[in-house]
């Protein structure tokens, strides 16, 4: 499993170069992203190099963060695999919360991060179906 940070934060002028200036002073690198907001606050969600470490920095600097496990699911970089994948969920009535790109720099492959409710389950159900799941970025 993966770990993913999510950061609250205040939508507001120069608030997410703040979170990657600080990053960036920890020699964390950011591997996948999707941000969330509304009109005042965002969620940022993040799959980072040194989770633990990111999180105790963002916190540190005033951030409401959480660390929470998520799916990574490698997927060859071609037309209709991430639809394959989807399929292979619905065919298991599996719901998916959200999902977002990352990428394994080891293999050179796309990872789909998917947070559902029961990972050891989708985990399971994903590989018994010639799917690949990782569980570190780097």
Do not use: W
């Not at 507001?12 to 960036?24: C, N, P, W």
């Not at 394994?104 to 989708?122: F, K, Q, S, W, Y």
């Amino acid at each position: 499993m993966l770990k993913q940070l999510s950061i609250f934060a205040e939508n507001t002028k120069g608030r997410m170069q703040e979170v990657t200036g600080i990053l960036l002073r920890e020699d964390i690198n950011i591997l996948g992203s999707v941000t969330n907001d509304s009109a005042e606050y965002g969620i940022v969600r993040m799959v980072v190099s040194k989770p633990e470490k990111a999180l105790e920095a963002l916190t540190k600097a005033g951030f409401i963060c959480k660390l929470s496990d998520v799916l990574g699911i490698e997927v060859k970089d071609e037309v209709g695999n991430l639809n394959n994948l989807l399929l292979s969920l619905q065919e298991s009535n599996i719901n998916i919360d959200y999902l977002y790109l990352s990428f394994n720099r080891a293999t050179g492959l796309p990872i789909m991060v998917l947070h559902v409710p029961d990972i050891c389950e989708v985990e399971a159900c994903l590989t018994n179906k010639g799917f690949n799941s990782i569980s570190e970025v780097h």
